[in-house]
């Protein structure tokens, strides 16, 4: 059984990722090759990041998978289904994974994919390859959905998950051009950057945060066997720098003061950056942080208006954000700042709330973006009556939505823009662009 794996993303594609230029190698497709390789199974991975449709349409006619299994996220269906559909023209199975697919199992099935993995990949796909194999009844294969004999998709029992991430086999790095990443990062910034994960799932309950992969578990690696890995990496590819791409890497004090004393054991001290949540940063915390080389913590801000952040039940104070930023600074690190514009019942006074917290916490870098409804989340369901797509499913995205009842797209560039004077000081510029967010008041969406 040969398993072809691959993911819908070209960089050649996307003006955006192109300025941005940090790619990162498909972390999930890395993990699910190595283990299924240590399992014995034949596996090959067609990286599409610095690739292109025509290319894989190649490799698949030459190399002939029995299994094409591809990777999907929200901003790249279009692609997925492209991939599915040339796949499948060419006689393969076609299996899906990945946070999208599992939250629209009938337009995926429809589209010509044979099942789709819920979540955790690796020991789902092992038992879906071995049922292919002995042609066993995919009703038998933990994890999945399938379109059954009457064209409904179907749900088996959830997927079981890995017990001890200590003994899995790091992602295949080795298996896909590593190298063009590095240049990619290194023509552009000088720098390049590897990500690694340390940890798996998320135990807080934001309700816009897509949670389908690893469910609400969160299961840790020690922090010797992330000190190998990183000493691998550190040896192999000389990286200038990691990201620690957990949800949340500070989530155990603990950890971090044992994985800080490992590294300093080794002398390994890399610089990094990372995601956090401001409830989980202290002071022993950020000082582990600045002496394992970390320049920059992102955290999820969201709104400088507490009562929007228990709409959104993010279980974090706004001073706590305030605190965390103040204690990164005194340790020299970096604070990055996401917020969302938008969300469910926020009014003039939640808009200033949060104008005057990015203010008030003075971030290094702040990113905001217009809140949308992400499938299978709890602010999904709580908008579904008022969602408007804005495309055909198979040609948008999640993001291609409006949400009757709230502001304009315009309107949020208002906000952006009284942000971004605001808190650089050209107050006439903060006040003409409120008084033009005003004006705008009643642009709402129909
Ligand atoms: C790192 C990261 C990024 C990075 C790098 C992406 C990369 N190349 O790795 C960057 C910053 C570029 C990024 C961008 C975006 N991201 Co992002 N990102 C992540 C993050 C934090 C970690 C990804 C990771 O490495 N996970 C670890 C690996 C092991 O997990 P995994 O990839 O999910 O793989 C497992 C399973 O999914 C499954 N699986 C995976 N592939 C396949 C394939 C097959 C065939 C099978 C059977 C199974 C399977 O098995 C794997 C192993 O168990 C996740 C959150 C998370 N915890 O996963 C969000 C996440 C994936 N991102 C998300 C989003 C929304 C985005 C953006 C759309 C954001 C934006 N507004 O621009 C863009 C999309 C970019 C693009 N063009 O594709 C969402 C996706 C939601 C959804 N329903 O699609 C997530 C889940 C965050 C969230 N909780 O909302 N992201």
């Given amino acids: 059984m040969h398993l072809l794996l691959t993911h819908g993303f070209f960089l050649s594609e996307d003006p955006k990722e192109r300025e941005i230029m940090k790619p990162y190698a498909p972390l999930g497709l890395l993990y699910l090759s190595s283990y299924l390789r240590a399992k014995g199974f034949d596996v090959e991975i067609y990286d599409s990041t610095f690739g292109s449709i025509a290319e894989l349409m190649s490799v698949i006619d030459s190399h002939a998978p029995t299994v094409v299994g591809i990777y999907g996220n929200l901003l790249t269906r279009g692609n997925v289904l492209r991939i599915a559909a040339g796949a499948k023209a060419r006689g393969c199975r076609v299996v899906l994974g990945g946070p999208e697919p599992p939250n629209y199992p009938e337009q995926y099935l429809h589209a010509g994919a044979d099942a789709i993995v819920n979540g955790e990949g690796e020991r789902v796909l092992e038992q879906l390859l071995q049922a292919f194999r002995s042609g066993a009844e995919l009703a038998s294969v933990q994890g999945i959905q399938y379109l059954s004999s009457d064209g409904v998709a179907r749900r088996t029992a959830p997927p079981p998950l890995l017990e001890d991430l200590d003994v899995q086999p790091w992602p295949d790095r080795e298996r896909i051009d590593l190298s063009r990443y590095l240049s990619s990062w290194r023509s552009r910034h000088g720098q390049g950057s590897i990500s690694l994960i340390t940890a798996r799932g998320c135990p807080y309950h934001c309700r816009w945060c897509s949670h389908g992969t ?224 005003l004006d705008a008041w009643d642009e709402v969406e129909a």
């Fill in 214 to 437: 690893f469910g609400k578990t969160h299961r840790r690696r020690t922090p010797v066997a992330v000190a190998d890995e990183v000493a691998w990496i550190a040896g192999r590819y000389v990286p200038e720098m990691l990201w620690l791409a957990d949800d949340v890497f500070t989530i155990h004090q603990g950890w971090i003061l044992q994985y800080a004393q490992e590294m300093s054991r080794r002398g390994l001290r890399i610089p990094f950056e990372c995601i956090t949540r401001a409830d989980r940063m202290n002071a022993p915390v950020a000082r582990a942080l600045a002496s394992l080389g970390c320049f920059r913590v992102w955290i999820g801000s969201e709104s400088g208006s507490q009562r929007i952040l228990d709409r959104m039940e993010r279980g974090v104070r706004v001073q706590q954000v305030r605190d965390a930023a103040q204690l990164l600074r005194e340790h020299g690190i970096q604070t990055g700042m996401f917020l969302m514009w938008g969300y469910e019942g926020e009014e003039l006074a939640d808009i200033e709330a949060t104008i005057h917290h990015v203010r008030e916490t003075r971030p290094d870098v702040f990113l905001t973006t217009v809140s949308y409804p992400i499938k299978g989340t709890p602010y999904h369901d709580e908008t579904a009556s008022r969602l408007v797509p804005l495309r055909d499913w198979a040609q948008g995205t999640d993001r291609d939505v409006k949400v009757r009842g709230r502001h304009s797209r315009h309107f949020y560039t208002l906000a952006d823009s009284w942000l971004k004077s605001e808190v650089a000081g050209r107050l006439e510029e903060a006040q003409a662009a409120r008084q033009c967010l």
